[in-house]
């Protein structure tokens, strides 16, 4: 009997952990300027490998991205790739462009609805303006994430470049995108709001 049950639990813990995860962003998680190999995406996939835990990994981050444009490519890649986890890091090069943030976040809103539709669960990454965009609207571009992660009861990613935006030498030339040396530092503000819903 003993043995039964070790084996119960050993096969619930491994259905528990296995899956597909799908990252839908924009460079910042599609290793702009660096060998894909050492962006965190792939540092992320590295260590649940040497966690033991199946889930393969879809990188479909696409340089640029605006949420417009991830809300246009999540229906095919749900049917697609069939995930149980969506991480969905975009909004960024809309507030740098001085997008409507009504828009960017009606966006974000319809990614979540269509995540949670297909049975999958989505994981919201906060994003964060520069302060020469003006007070109210990087107020209100930071808030409108925290509003969704609270309105739909989602995992919200704080900003993950929060150890790196302001450090010269953790940034590329372009003093914007993150080096291959800033990646594990990006991992290691995603991973404690990744780990309860990966880990067993």
Not at 8 to 28: H, I, K, P, Q
Not at 30 to 41: D, L, N, R, S
Not at 58 to 69: K, L, R
């Amino acid at each position: 009997m003993g043995l039964f049950i070790l084996l119960f639990v050993l096969t619930r813990s491994a259905m528990a952990s296995s899956g597909t995860l799908l990252v839908l962003g924009d460079s910042l998680s599609a290793a702009y300027g660096i060998p894909p190999e050492q962006g965190w995406v792939s540092l992320l996939e590295k260590k649940l490998q040497q966690q033991n835990l199946p889930i393969q990994i879809v990188n479909a981050s696409v340089s640029g991205e605006t949420s417009a444009g991830g809300l246009q490519r999540l229906p095919a890649a749900l049917e697609r790739h069939q995930p149980h986890w969506v991480l969905i890091e975009l909004g960024a090069n809309d507030g740098l462009r001085g997008g409507d943030i009504n828009v960017m976040r009606g966006n974000l809103k319809r990614m979540i609805e269509q995540v949670q539709h297909s049975g999958a669960t989505p994981v919201l990454f906060e994003m964060l303006m520069p302060p020469n965009y003006g007070a109210t609207y990087t107020r209100l571009f930071q808030q409108s994430y925290a509003k969704l992660a609270e309105q739909y009861q989602i995992p919200l990613v704080p900003f993950f470049l929060i150890d790196v935006a302001d450090k010269p030498e953790y940034l590329q030339s372009d003093q914007l995108h993150p080096t291959s040396d800033a990646q594990p530092l990006i991992l290691n503000r995603v991973w404690p709001v990744l780990e309860p819903l990966l880990v067993p």
